[in-house]
């Protein structure tokens, strides 16, 4: 009955075994003196019957049960551990394992543990065995002992199993394309999710583990892979990026992801304290991609101040302006061409807006210059401040142009890439203070899949995921880790700190020529823009339609622009709620370096479970200051000549909202998201710095954070073009490559300029 086969890349059919009550003691007696017999060895000599297993996350992975079932209270009645002694150092060895004392309801019972384990269970009547050995999620295989062969028909034929034997056994090899019922490992697909679920872990080694395919871990993937004897393996907790669904595919129909759960996360605030309490939106993207399969396609880099002053941090001087700007030439392809601030043949496609396309957005832009602030032509050029015209992630056939699109098409087919999707991790494996390996769940599977890592994993799960991950992992603050019983690697109180992000506001008017995009809103309109789309790439579905903007400085302290401006020729909110039922259009306005500072800290070791969230939103007499101006300002914007023929009346926040106090309540009520978490593990090196200035996490080997989380501070825009930067150049750290020249690019600088020029 006890089948320990020589090998552990076969199943042992002997998992459970049910013996009749009265004859419990003398089987235990046979085991133990079979398993006296058993000769462990090479699996090539003659002489030996019983091998190691196949590696060692299979090794732990079976020791993972052993355990389970001594701390379920099943009693050992040999082995229970690993197999000791001369010749066993080197070896994935388990020592062959005999539970009794077992009851249905164990782990060790109702899994498939693939490998040198057998529980005893007694029973004691024919009827109760079948039902009992019915009632599990697997059906691989049974075998029937007994002198009474037609008693043995009898049963067969009542056991819900793909293999019955009789009065024998037969090892049945993984690949076996043989039958089985419910979830057994040879019953799926004919032994292919067998080898996937299993027999593969021999195969589950790579130089770099990846753990999220956003905006950041496709860079990487890429990158690293350019090299064909380094192997990758990419894991994703959200799906494909289906390039027949349209709403992740037109850029129109940006609002879409964020109104459902298939491609993001929906993770939601603790209850702001300073925004009345609201809890708001936390929309991350879900899926090949990431955030940006569901942004708002709007390609921002930030101020080139930004950069600067990030460098200014003893250890990160080679993340300044002039050094990053290479990266983000390297990954644009700009279809105005390149010049010395964009690039003509990288992954990313970006288009910026032309003129015709929409009255509102060149009237927008010369309302801006008239109320006195800059004209700007290039946002990512010589000069941001100002008023002009958005680039946005957009292909010139009309389509979404995600770093999945960009980047992992070119690298998908490579062998030596690996994907995964619905892969959700769960924690990094360390070796004392050097990470070696992930282990994650498959769909809904509660049973953990790992890989080993040769050299890095590298955690690209943004800025809300990636702090979860490491304090899962036994990373970060130890007061907090604690509560959880989550053993200590490494404190960094810093993981899951400094959260920033950028809060905006919709001023909204009416249109009083037809000439918004609110027809494009009503159901009869739309298979005509989704034909348009679908077969041309082109019309209203084709932009996102965020194709004017600017950036000025809301008062003369600020050294750099404090304040965003997206225009939108329709009224309605981000994620495509509350829409205004008539012509309108609006501004997002919103201020860009906050000093407020939250944090993401986790509930519980439930890698499904979502987060504490926080943002602290408004938590700074700044912040109050900088939105009374920016609602102000703009409404002095939307008052200019330029305006005056689209401008009808201010539908939000109206014109009875005037006053200091009138405009904080409005904030407090109406101001969003802008969808751009970022600093959580940021780098630096003061003693809230978790990476260092390549992102390599401090006091640990062999583990990077690479992804918008390592920001010091929040940039000057959105946050998309400067994450696929930084995936971009710490690419070329990790292969050892030499960093791009630095750019002699010219740049503006205020220099204590007026804000604006006086009328």
């Excluded at 000769?39 to 992975?61: C, E, I, K, M, Y």
């Excluded at 229970?80 to 020592?95: H, I, S």
């Excluded at 699109?405 to 924690?427: E, F, V």
């Excluded at 039922?581 to 306005?589: D, L, P, S, Y």
Aim: glycine residues 10%; hydrophobic residues 35%; contains cysteine.
């Amino acid at each position: 009955m006890a089948n320990f086969f020589s090998s552990g890349q076969v199943c042992t059919n002997g998992t459970r075994v049910f013996v009749p009550a009265k004859c419990k003691a003398a089987f235990e007696q046979k085991i133990l003196a079979r398993v006296e017999r058993i000769r462990a060895g090479d699996v090539f000599d003659p002489q030996t019957n019983f091998g190691p297993l196949v590696s060692f996350p299979h090794r732990d992975n079976v020791l993972r049960y052993i355990a389970k079932g001594k701390e379920e209270g099943a009693r050992v009645l040999c082995g229970g551990d690993v197999l000791k002694g001369d010749g066993f150092d080197n070896g994935a060895w388990v020592a062959p394992t005999v539970f009794t004392d077992c009851s249905d309801d164990m782990t060790i019972v109702r899994e498939e543990i693939f490998g040198p384990v057998m529980s005893i269970l007694t029973y004691e009547s024919e009827d109760e065995v079948i039902r009992r050995a019915n009632d599990t999620d697997y059906g691989l295989a049974a075998g029937i002992v007994t002198a009474d062969l037609n008693r043995a028909h009898r049963v067969i034929h009542q056991l819900e199993a793909g293999i019955c034997w009789i009065n024998t056994w037969g090892e049945s090899p993984a690949e076996m394309p043989v039958g089985g019922y419910k979830h057994s490992g040879i019953g799926r697909e004919n032994g292919v999710m067998t080898l996937q679920s299993y027999t593969q872990e021999v195969y589950l080694q790579f130089d770099y583990i990846i753990i999220g395919a956003g905006s950041a871990g496709n860079v990487l993937a890429t990158r690293l892979t350019e090299d064909p004897n380094t192997s990758v393996l990419l894991l994703e907790a959200g799906g494909p990026d289906y390039r027949f669904d349209f709403r992740t595919q037109m850029p129109a129909a940006l609002a879409f992801p964020l109104q459902g759960k298939r491609y993001n996360w929906a993770y939601e605030t603790e209850p702001e304290p300073f925004m009345n309490n609201r809890r708001m939106e936390c929309g991350r993207g879900k899926g090949l991609g990431g955030s940006s399969l569901i942004n708002g396609m709007c390609y921002i880099r930030g101020n080139a101040l930004d950069l600067d002053n990030w460098a200014q941090e003893p250890g990160l001087e080679n993340w300044s302006y002039l050094d990053c700007l290479p990266y983000y030439r390297k990954a644009e392809t700009r279809d105005m061409g390149e010049n010395d601030y964009h690039g003509g043949d990288g992954p990313v496609s970006v288009t910026t807006s032309k003129p015709g396309v929409n009255p509102l957005f060149e009237a927008m832009i010369e309302a801006g210059v008239q109320a006195g602030y800059p004209r700007t032509d290039d946002l990512n050029g010589y000069q941001q401040e100002g008023f002009g015209p958005m680039d946005r992630t957009v292909t010139p056939q009309g389509r979404r142009a995600s770093t999945a699109r960009g980047y992992l098409d070119q690298a998908k087919s490579r062998p030596n890439l690996t994907i995964r999707t619905h892969a959700m991790t769960d924690h990094i494996i360390f070796d004392g203070k050097r990470a070696v390996g992930v282990e994650w769940l498959e769909g809904d599977s509660t049973i953990p899949t790992r890989a080993t890592a040769n050299k890095e994993v590298l955690l690209c799960a943004g800025a809300i995921a990636s702090p979860q991950i490491l304090q899962r992992s036994g990373v970060g603050n130890a007061e907090l880790l604690a509560e959880f019983d989550i053993p200590l690697v490494h404190e960094l109180p810093g993981v899951g700190e400094n959260l920033q992000d950028h809060l905006e506001m919709y001023l909204q008017y009416e249109c009083k020529e037809p000439v918004s995009l609110y027809p494009a809103l009503q159901w009869w309109n739309q298979p005509k823009i989704g034909a348009e789309w679908l077969f041309g790439g082109t019309g209203v579905g084709a932009s996102n339609h965020f194709e004017a903007g600017g950036f000025i400085r809301s008062r003369e302290e600020f050294a750099w622009p404090n304040i965003q401006y997206h225009f939108l020729p329709v009224a309605i909110n981000y994620n495509g709620s509350n829409a205004v039922k008539e012509h309108g259009f609006q501004c997002h306005v919103g201020s860009m370096r906050s000093p407020s500072r939250g944090h993401v800290r986790i509930k519980s070791r439930d890698p499904h479970q979502h987060p504490a969230i926080l943002f602290n939103y408004m938590s700074h007499e700044q912040d109050w200051q900088e939105f009374r101006d920016a609602i102000r300002i703009t409404r002095e914007i939307m008052h200019q000549p330029a305006l005056d023929q689209y401008r009808g009346r201010e539908i939000s926040p109206g014109v009875e909202c005037q006053t200091d106090e009138q405009l904080d309540e409005f904030v407090r009520n109406h101001a969003e998201t802008a969808f751009h978490p970022c600093g959580t593990c940021k780098m630096g090196y003061d003693e809230m710095s978790v990476v260092d200035g390549e992102g390599r996490v401090h006091g640990l080997e062999g583990l990077r954070v690479v992804d918008a989380s390592i920001m010091p501070q929040i940039i000057t825009g959105n946050l998309n073009a400067t994450t696929i930067m930084i995936g971009e150049k710490i690419a070329d750290m990790i292969r050892g490559q030499e960093a791009l020249p630095r750019s002699t690019a010219g740049y503006f600088v205020a220099n204590g300029m007026p804000v604006r020029a006086k009328k």
